[in-house]
């Protein structure tokens, strides 16, 4: 089971960027799909979520209204359409895969994570 995160880059404040998380080695389509981020010396902080079953989506409230989360269940994959990027978005972001297919901002619930994408937003 592998979860494979891309699509990070360098981008200027106000700026898009559109992470892509690929699921591969079983069916994901009742798992949530998250995207976490981290920068050097914090916690992992959760971002958004796509739930399995309820299709309910979450989100931070610091990306609220300029982050979007989609998800494709028969290509196995999540998106994380970014806009309106901000220097404090930059992290290494993680998408992961919770097989209660419920949405939690705690990271500890998640099984399955993806190597992580860098996103670096300049001012």
């Known amino acids: 089971v592998q979860l494979q995160a891309s699509g990070g880059g360098l981008v200027q404040r106000g700026g898009s960027l559109r992470l892509s998380c690929a699921a591969s080695?079983?069916?994901?389509?009742?798992?949530?799909m998250s995207w976490f981020r981290q920068t050097p010396g914090k916690e992992r902080e959760f971002v958004s979520c796509a739930g399995g079953r309820s299709g309910a989506v979450l989100y931070a409230d610091s990306v609220k209204g300029r982050f979007t989360i989609s998800r494709d269940i028969a290509k196995n994959t999540v998106w994380l359409q970014m806009n309106s990027l901000k220097p404090e978005d930059t992290a290494v972001y993680y998408c992961a895969a919770d097989g209660s297919g419920s949405c939690f901002s705690s990271d500890s619930v998640y099984d399955y994570w993806g190597q992580g994408t860098e996103v670096t937003v300049s001012s």
């Open positions: 080695g079983r069916t994901f389509s009742g798992y949530a």
